[in-house]
């Protein structure tokens, strides 16, 4: 069965053909990056309007990559939430069309958990025995939008666990890279100078956050908040102008470095503290140590996962816990549409197709 997927929920235009929910025939992903650079984030509207110019093109370069052309395809899967309200709208438009036009199924998936699916695919040649075998999982998506953990029954059944509650993990590197006065990306760029040989993780007592004794929430902005003031000094108070006395310049490369590996350690202490706790939660309360009936793999998906201390530390917690740790290739890391048509088989298999109705959502669901 050959499905064309759909993706457009934040800045990346992009399509894909799957066969069987597993088998990429083609991924084409245009991403946005240099129209939105010299704002320093995503601009919705600029977004939207890139992705109404470029769905088509893209749409045809995933078909003529697969060699295939519409009249082959059995159905069409958009990712229609979370996402930008204007840019999941372009997608959705695209795909209903389309739908309606071939008279074939159209299926709508959730962005969150087309990542998590693709970690439990691998590389897109793994056997349906093997994915099946990956559940049930503990699910970890960490990316520039979202951070969020979820207990994966199945690819097509899954609970959300909780998440942050202010910004996610790969907003606050891209921040704290700004206030180091790092080139964006921030997240590599921190990356990078975190495993400089002589950084020191240590050099600044950054706060992990805990939340709640059973939380498996995360927060962000006060760790945030908390480089911005080792680097610029408190503020000054506002009857005397507000504002900071020193800002990135005034910093030594080794003290910069020593900085950004200190954030990086507390960040990813975060992931893993919940992670743990995640697992704990899930494990079967008549045998405790038995961690894996309920957890057999850990999915993780979202751009921060090309991180390498965090990829280190999800590895080690793998191997110290008895579960399998799954983390897709880069291409399938990102946001990508492969991912939505692969997991769209097993949705379609398991609920059946959506309605031509199908809103757009920009909020993240169970
Ligand atoms: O999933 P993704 O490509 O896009 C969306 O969020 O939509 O994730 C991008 C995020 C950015 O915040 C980027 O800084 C971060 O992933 N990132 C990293 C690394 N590579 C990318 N963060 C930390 N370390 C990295 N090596
Ligand atoms: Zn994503």
Same mark, same amino acid.
């Given at each position: ?10 800045? =990346? ?19 946005q ?15 939207s309007?890139?992705?109404?110019? &470029?769905?088509?093109? !893209? ?11 519409? @009249? %082959? ?7 229609? &939430?979370p ?9 959705l ?5 389309? *739908? ?8 709508g ?13 691998? %590389?897109?040649?793994?056997? @349906?025995?093997?994915?099946?075998? &990956?559940? #049930? ?7 520039g939008?979202?951070? *969020? ?10 609970? $959300?666990l909780?998440?942050? !509650?202010?910004?996610?993990?790969? =907003?606050?590197?891209?921040k ?23 950084? %020191? ?9 805990? /939340?709640?004794r059973?939380?498996? %929430?995360?927060?962000?902005?006060? /760790? ?5 003031? *080792?680097? $610029? ?5 506002? =009857? ?9 310049a ?28 995640a697992?704990? +939660?899930?494990?079967?309360?008549d ?8 957890v &057999? ?11 390498s201390?965090?990829?280190?530390? !999800?590895?080690?917690?793998g191997?110290? $816990?008895g ?7 880069? #291409? ?5 549409? @492969?991912? !939505? ?9 398991? +609920? ?5 109705? /199908?809103?757009?959502? #920009?909020?993240?669901?169970?």
């Open positions: 069965m050959l499905i064309l997927g759909i993706e457009t929920s934040c800045d =990346e235009t992009a399509a894909a053909i799957v066969s069987d929910g597993r088998r990429i025939l083609s991924n084409i992903v245009a991403s990056f240099d129209l939105h650079a010299e704002y320093g984030g995503v601009v919705p509207e600029i977004a309007r890139a992705h109404a110019e &470029r769905i088509r093109p !893209i749409i045809d370069a995933a078909l003529s990559h697969a060699g295939i052309s519409y @009249a %082959d395809l059995h159905a069409v899967a958009v990712g229609h &939430r996402g930008l309200i204007g840019s999941l709208l372009v997608g438009a695209a795909a209903k069309a389309l *739908a309606w036009s071939l008279s074939v199924p159209l299926v998936v959730d962005h969150l958990h087309a990542h998590l699916y693709a970690a439990a695919m691998g %590389d897109g040649s793994d056997d @349906a025995p093997t994915i099946a075998a &990956r559940y #049930p999982a503990l699910g970890l998506v960490v990316s939008g979202h951070t *969020a953990i979820y207990h994966c029954i199945t690819p097509t059944h899954t609970h $959300r909780g998440g942050t !509650i202010d910004d996610a993990i790969g =907003e606050a590197f891209d704290v890279a700004t206030i180091l006065g790092l080139p964006h990306p921030g997240g590599p760029a921190i990356d990078t100078l975190a495993a400089e040989p002589d950084a %020191d993780d240590h050099a600044f007592d950054f706060p992990v956050s805990r /939340l709640q059973e939380s498996l %929430d995360l927060s962000y902005s006060g /760790l945030k908040t908390a480089v911005l003031y *080792a680097v $610029r000094g408190n503020p000054r108070p506002r =009857e005397l102008g507000g504002g900071f006395d020193r800002d990135h005034d910093l030594s490369h080794a003290r910069k470095r020593d900085l950004a590996a200190s954030f990086q350690r507390a960040a990813c202490r975060a992931i893993i503290i919940k992670l743990e706790r697992i704990d +939660h899930l494990a079967p309360h045998n405790q140590a038995d961690t894996t009936r309920n &057999r793999s850990l999915l993780v998906g979202g751009g921060v996962s090309a991180n201390r965090l990829r280190r530390e !999800i590895t080690a917690l191997r110290a $816990r579960i399998n740790v799954h983390m897709p290739p880069m #291409p399938l890391c990102v946001d990508n549409a @492969a991912m !939505i048509a692969a997991l769209a088989h097993h949705q379609l298999a398991a +609920h059946g197709p959506s309605d031509l109705s /199908l809103a757009a959502v #920009p909020t993240t669901g169970a």
